[in-house]
């Protein structure tokens, strides 16, 4: 299972993005996918995560969207509102049904204020 990212940028406050992860290989399901960020110095947290529920991190939810084009293999992430916060390095993960997790290789978001 290979995942790849995309559609990071730059941005100004209040703009909006759109990252793309295209999933490939061979898996039967998906059990869930979503997206992590890695700010400089952080810990990697959760952004979104979509599986029978989906949840989102407290300090993105009403900006932030997570969708799937089941037909594609891709999953998105429509970033809208962004804030300097917004900074960091975007990972896309999937859980295929009886595999462990994989990820993408992350695409960088900066935020201008």
């Known amino acids: 299972v290979q995942l790849q990212a995309s559609g990071g940028g730059l941005v100004q406050t209040g703009g909006s993005l759109r990252l793309s992860c295209a999933i490939s290989?061979?898996?039967?399901?998906?059990?869930?996918l979503g997206w992590y960020r890695q700010a400089p110095g952080m810990e990697r947290e959760l952004v979104v995560s979509?599986?029978?529920?989906?949840e989102y991190a407290d300090s993105v939810k009403g900006r932030f969207t997570i969708s799937r084009d089941i037909g594609k293999n891709t999953v998105y992430l429509q970033m809208n509102s962004l804030k300097p916060e917004d900074t960091a390095v975007y990972y896309c993960?999937?859980?295929?049904?009886?595999?462990?997790?994989?990820w993408g290789q992350g695409t960088q978001v900066t935020v201008s204020s």
């Open positions: 993960f999937a859980d295929p049904k009886y595999r462990g997790r994989y």
């Open positions: 290989g061979r898996f039967s399901s998906i059990n869930s």
């Open positions: 979509s599986g029978t529920t989906t």
